[in-house]
């Protein structure tokens, strides 16, 4: 009984190309988040979703779409995928906005 | 502009050691702290801090926050291999969780 599940774990993909990674929370919780941690492990937040309320970081670039279908559910859509965007990207979920729990990782790498 | 600093950035001792990591703050409206443990895969929940001067603990670790000073420790005692890990600390300002860089600790047999 997962959590926070993600899909994939992994993908590997061309420079160009568009994905997409899947989150589902089963807590209950009313606020999802998607972190990006790169090379040197900084978790920098890129989006939080409540309630159908985006929050997005103004850094992000606009290629990045979150998506949600239901308070569940949290997607995140990559379009014309660059070198620099590879990393390990994290889903988390909270009731409010306290103690995230977080799923575990998908890591993205771009050829 | 709300920052959390974290240091040491790595910190390698032996097993049996005591280990003390920090976090300090400059945020504009506080309401708790948090560490967490990101071994392999994704961080897990360690404590929230939201008052001063109270230890908050759990088996060999335990935190404490100074919301006077605005920093806040987390020690390890009797350390052991299956504590290294990133240790991450963030701070919710304003609803919004501001991270630290982490403390990188290897705990070498």
């Known amino acids: 009984d997962t959590a926070v599940s993600q899909t994939p774990k992994y993908l590997v993909t061309q420079m160009g190309n568009d994905k997409s990674i899947k989150c589902e929370q089963n807590l209950g919780h009313d606020t999802m988040y998607w972190y990006k941690q790169d090379s040197k492990k900084f978790l920098k937040i890129m989006f939080s979703?409540?309630?159908?309320?985006?929050?997005i970081n103004e850094t992000v670039p606009n290629r990045f779409s979150p998506k949600s279908p239901d308070k569940a559910h949290l997607n995140l859509h990559i379009n014309s995928l660059e070198l620099g965007d590879s990393a390990v990207y994290f889903c988390a979920s909270s009731l409010g906005a306290n103690v995230l729990t977080f799923g575990a990782g998908s890591r993205l790498t771009v050829l | 502009e709300d920052k959390v600093v974290q240091s040491p950035l790595s910190l390698v001792v032996h097993e049996g050691d005591t280990v003390t990591l920090n976090c300090s703050y400059e945020?504009?409206?506080?309401?708790?702290l948090l560490w967490y443990k990101q071994e392999k895969k994704a961080p897990t929940f360690l404590f929230m801090l939201?008052?001063s001067g109270i230890e908050k603990k759990s088996g060999r670790l335990s935190s404490i926050l100074d919301k006077k000073e605005l920093f806040s420790i987390l020690n390890i005692t009797a350390t052991q291999t299956g504590d290294s890990a990133i240790y991450l600390c963030?701070?919710?300002?304003?609803?919004?969780?501001?991270w630290g860089a982490g403390t990188k600790l290897i705990i070498k047999p």
């Open positions: 939201t008052s």
């Open positions: 945020v504009t409206n506080f309401r708790s």
């Open positions: 979703y409540n309630n159908k309320e985006l929050i």
């Open positions: 963030a701070v919710d300002s304003n609803y919004q969780l501001i």
